[in-house]
T-cell receptor, first 113, second 112 residues
């Protein structure tokens, strides 16, 4: 069965600083991996996804993530954070033909002016 | 193109009352899902429908029923609400199994 951990419950960064949100997964084969963002009171929006191929994937809003099979990780990065990036971020893992994703517990990002 | 819509946005129920949460998608997706979101637990799958006419249990189905009315609509019913069902409920859809999911804006349900 799949599982996802996001070790950081809450991260605070200054505007303009770089960001890395950690995600570790457990899955027996090559998974499908996703990052979603949720602004307060809103639904979840897909930031980026990894299915196969290039292990560095680019997403919307200047985010990228790198799949590292050896570390079972799929960390999300952004070189320069904007105040509007303050939100909750969820990593999810899915099986290629499976219906469900397993979501991590989320990391709440606060941005200082 | 509205994507995934959910009604209502907010609801307060008393213990034992029933209600149905409605979800519709206009992307012609085959698969639809109901999740609940609780603090510190991420999202957990309640039920899903892989295609019109089929439904299957997810991780936390107890206390819920679903109906895939047609390809567009997937409803979630609470027959006898309990305080443990206080949560935010999200409907989602995807074109196929394994594909990324589009989420609705959510329904915030409080059971007193």
């Amino acid at each position: 069965a799949q599982s996802v951990t996001q070790p950081d419950i809450h991260i605070t960064v200054s505007e303009g600083a770089s960001l890395e949100l950690r995600c570790n997964y457990s899955y027996g084969a090559t998974p499908y991996l996703f990052w979603y963002v949720q602004s307060p009171g809103q639904g979840l929006q897909l930031l980026l996804k990894y299915f196969s191929g290039d292990t560095l994937v680019q997403g919307i809003k200047g985010f990228e993530a790198e799949f590292k099979r050896s570390q079972s990780s799929f960390n999300l990065r952004k070189p320069s954070v904007h105040w509007s990036d303050a939100a909750e971020y969820f990593c999810a893992v899915g099986a290629p033909e499976g219906q469900n994703f397993v979501f991590g517990p989320g990391t709440r990002l606060s941005v200082l002016p | 193109n509205a994507g995934v819509t959910q009604t209502p946005k907010f609801q307060v129920l008393k213990t034992g009352q029933s209600m149905t949460l409605q979800c519709a998608q206009d992307m012609n997706h085959n698969s639809m899902y109901w999740y609940r979101q609780d603090p510190g637990m991420g999202l957990r799958l309640i039920y899903y429908s892989a295609s019109e006419g089929t439904t299957d249990k997810g991780e936390v189905p107890n206390g819920y029923n679903v109906s895939r009315l047609n390809k567009r609509e997937f409803s979630l019913r609470l027959e006898s609400a309990a305080p443990s069902q206080t949560s935010v409920y999200f409907c989602a859809s995807s074109e196929k199994a394994g594909g990324w999911k589009y989420f609705g804006p959510g329904t915030r349900l409080t059971v007193t």
